[in-house]
């Protein structure tokens, strides 16, 4: 399972909001060992100046219902831009 979240914020309001992202991931990872993740934004901002942001995780689909309720736990506890939409995609069967 693949679980795209993405977000528009300002960055000059969130200054250090790369760095909690990456200790959200860090602490996702120890306590979802098999998971694998990234961090991508867009190239260009938006006409308002936003950037938008986007988290990819990668996990096994029986944790995902535990992993989405830790992930908002932690964005909200870390106060991560909000609202984070999220899109679920799984491979496709050959």
């Known amino acids: 399972m693949n679980l795209y979240v993405y977000y528009k914020f300002l ?7 790369s760095s ?6 860090e ?4 306590e979802f060992p098999a998971l694998k993740y990234d961090l991508l934004k867009r190239p260009n901002r938006d006409d308002a100046g936003r950037e938008t942001w986007m988290e990819i995780y990668r996990l096994n689909d029986d944790a995902l219902p ?3 309720l830790r992930l ?4 909200h506890e870390e106060g991560l831009p909000q ?3 999220n899109e679920l995609f799984v491979p496709i069967d050959s």
Not at 20 to 25: D, P
């Open 72 to 75: 908002d736990q932690l964005a």
């Open 27 to 30: 602490q996702l990872a120890k």
């Open 83 to 85: 609202p984070r939409l």
């Open 20 to 25: 909690i992202v990456k200790g959200v991931q």
């Open 11 to 17: 960055v000059d309001e969130l200054p250090g909001v």
């Open 66 to 68: 535990q992993f989405r």
